[in-house]
DNA sequence: CCAGTGATCAGG
DNA sequence: CTGATCACTGGA
């Protein structure tokens, strides 16, 4: 049987728990030559709605938040620091904005470098991972070896939110 | 430690 | 329109 590509049922879940899913599933890329690279999700990072200080959807809808509030499954993209595409996926209930931030492929880490190594752009905002022809998530074995963390680069989100541990890292 | 780099958003 | 801010990285 061939692995399941991963849809709106799976990515509906809660962020915390998509998040934490997500580990050792594979990342599927077809790039824009034809080539195709396939990676397994090592690092991710969950963040759950309005109340999460952390999160962009915290300040409301706006033109770059609302995908967030869109079925789940879709993909969010923004650029930070004028430089690094940030790749997530939009969890949870419509109109529930919720997120997972992909910071690890493989033996990459870094969000950043996770962007660029996937050409990731504005293009990519609001594309469907379930039918996209050039981004998709393939099923795997449920990972259990792995660890939880602070999220990163948040500190302005206050002691409440900037602790929680959802940050979730693969091991070995 | 900190500079680079530009979209985004709130406020005039 | 202005200006602060930013889910980061790489090099002192």
């Known amino acids: ?17 998509v998040a934490r899913l997500l580990l050792g599933k594979t ?7 034809g080539s195709v690279g396939r990676y397994r999700i090592t690092e991710t990072e969950a963040y759950l709605g309005e109340a999460d200080k952390a999160c ?3 300040k409301g809808r706006t033109p770059r938040t609302e995908v967030m509030y869109h079925k789940a499954g879709k993909i969010y993209v923004y650029l930070i620091y004028g430089m690094y595409w ?7 209930p419509e109109g529930s904005p919720q997120a997972v931030l992909i910071r690890g492929l493989d033996d990459l880490r870094g969000s950043g470098k996770v962007g ?5 752009d504005k293009n990519f905002y609001g594309e469907e991972l379930q039918n996209s ?40």
């Open 86 to 92: 940030m790749l997530n996926f939009v969890t949870g």
């Open 116 to 120: 660029r190594l996937l050409s990731v």
């Open 1 to 17: 049987m061939n692995p399941e590509r991963l849809d709106e049922r799976f990515f509906s879940q809660d962020a915390v728990t």
């Open 27 to 33: 990342l599927v890329r077809v790039f824009p030559d």
């Open 133 to 172: 022809p050039r981004m998709w998530v393939e099923d795997a074995p449920e990972l259990s070896d792995f660890e939880t963390a602070a999220r990163v680069g948040i500190d302005y989100a206050g002691e409440e939110w900037k602790n929680k541990p959802w940050r979730f890292i693969a091991l070995r």
């Open 56 to 58: 962009h959807a915290s």
